[in-house]
């Protein structure tokens, strides 16, 4: 859709001409979004496709996305790291994510996990990622310098999350010892080709790296939420975590009621619990 009340359009291609950047200023990357609906107070775009970042950067610490980096090379990093670290047993999980976000092949081709975090929607398929692999966020302030967070803490509600005016997200790392790790899925959507209602993912650390177990839950609820246990719980422990979600946290949208998504997502941990035991 045009963006008519938009006069002005900037591609920075050096950190220093981002800024400033101003209240009636959006950040535009894949544009799928902005692009998407009325942006009535938005007067000029900032492209930051041109800053030459590298879109994966892939070390023995694991693997840097770069916020430009669109969702379909995200899903071909699923192929791709086995090549390089055969012991990486959650490559699977990213193209799974992927295909949470349930678009054409142009969105995916467009798309890039720095819009999808910010947006910051419960059904964000990189917050899913992110969330169950100890993703961290790298942000630039306006003032030159940078700050980390983890996704977790970055995501505060639907549509939220800690971005300050003027801060633009960079990118987002996972781990070596999250990509080492197994890793069991589950999402539903009530409609075939909807967004998620509902995303549970299961994540059983290797014995060398402490044999730990992460659970995530995301889409159900309106941000993520990530419990972590010595091992995979019982029955017991996962219901007395899974209690803990506040009422007000279960998403309430079209894409799903707030009872079905506390009900079902249970079931799901479980389920992933079984199969990660
Ligand atoms: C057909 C379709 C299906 C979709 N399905 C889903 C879905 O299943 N789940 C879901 O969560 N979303 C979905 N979306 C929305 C989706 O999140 C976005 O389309 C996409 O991920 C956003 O990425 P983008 O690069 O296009 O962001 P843009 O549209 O460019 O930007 C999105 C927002 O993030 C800001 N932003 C972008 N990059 C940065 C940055 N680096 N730092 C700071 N701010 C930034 C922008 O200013 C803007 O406010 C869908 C959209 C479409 C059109």
């Known amino acids: 859709m045009d963006l008519h009340s938009v006069e002005a359009v900037v591609v920075p291609t050096s950190r220093e001409d981002v800024w400033p950047l101003g209240a009636h200023d959006a950040v535009l990357a ?3 979004w902005l692009f998407s609906e009325p942006q009535v107070d938005i007067q000029r775009l900032v492209d930051i496709t041109r800053l030459g970042w590298p879109p994966v950067v ?7 996305l770069a916020a430009t980096c669109t969702i379909d090379r995200v899903s071909q990093l699923s192929e791709e790291l086995p090549r390089q670290h055969p012991e990486w047993a959650a490559a699977p999980l ?11 092949f142009k ?3 467009t798309a890039t996990v720095g819009g999808n975090v910010c947006l910051s929607l419960p059904a964000g398929a990189m917050i899913s990622l992110l969330s169950a692999l100890d993703g961290i966020l790298t942000v630039w302030r306006p003032d030159g310098s940078d700050y980390q967070i983890a996704i977790t803490d970055f995501v505060t509600g639907s549509a939220t ?13 996972v781990p070596a010892h999250a990509l080492r790790a197994m890793t069991a899925f589950r999402q539903l959507a009530p409609s075939a080709l909807g967004r998620s209602g509902i995303v549970v993912i299961g994540r059983r ?3 060398q790296d402490g044999g730990g177990f992460t659970l995530s ?10 419990f972590r246990f010595d091992t995979v719980p019982g029955v017991g422990d996962l219901r007395s975590v899974h209690a803990g ?3 007000d946290a279960w998403t309430r949208d079209a894409h799903g009621d707030p009872d079905w998504r506390r009900g079902v997502s249970l079931t799901l941990a479980e389920q992933i619990c079984g199969e990660l035991r």
Do not use: F, K, M
């Open 30 to 32: 894949g544009g799928t």
């Open 58 to 64: 892939v070390t023995g610490s694991g693997v840097e």
């Open 94 to 104: 990213l193209r799974h994510c992927c295909d949470a976000l349930l678009a054409s």
């Open 107 to 109: 969105i995916w081709r």
């Open 161 to 173: 999350n800690v971005l300050s005016p003027g801060e633009l997200l960079r990118a987002a790392s």
């Open 205 to 207: 650390d290797t014995e």
């Open 217 to 226: 839950i995301t889409a159900a609820t309106v941000r993520p939420y990530v």
């Open 245 to 247: 979600i506040p009422d």
